[in-house]
Nanobody
Framework: QVQLVESGGGLVQPGGSLRLSCAASGSFFSTSPMGWYRQAPGKQRESVASIFSGSSFQYADSVKGRFTLSRDTTKNTMYLQMTSLKPEDTAVYYC?????????WGEGTLVTVSS
């Protein structure tokens, strides 16, 4: 079993920054694919950023150059550094990990970008 707990969400003004954290526990590989997804009100969940094979990154076009995913395998924690935030980044952000063909999700953390 894998447990994922997100933290770091909150209210931030446009142009501001936030760092999300995802603490993982349980059994998985340090190279297991992980990623951040988000779901805005009335919209489908979408991929924001992912890491594969421990060192290959993929970002949604809408966040390229503004968001940075990192992973600390010693702490089993993944981060999402978000800068130059826009109102359209407002969403619940979810952490995801794939292990042995099964996808695990956290409960999510709310990010609100508003003045």
């Amino acid at each position: 079993q894998v447990q994922l707990v997100e933290s770091g969400g909150g209210l931030v003004q446009p142009g501001g920054s936030l760092r999300l954290s995802c603490a993982a526990s349980g059994s998985f590989f340090s190279t297991s694919p992980m990623g951040w997804y988000r779901q805005a009100p009335g919209k489908q969940r979408e991929s924001v950023a992912s890491i594969f094979s421990g060192s290959s990154f993929q970002y949604a076009d809408s966040v390229k150059g503004r968001f940075t995913l990192s992973r600390d395998t010693t702490k089993n924690t993944m981060y999402l550094q978000m800068t130059s935030l826009k109102p359209e980044d407002t969403a619940v952000y979810y952490c995801n990990l794939v292990f042995l063909g099964r996808s695990y999700w956290g409960e999510g953390t709310l990010v609100t970008v508003s003045s």
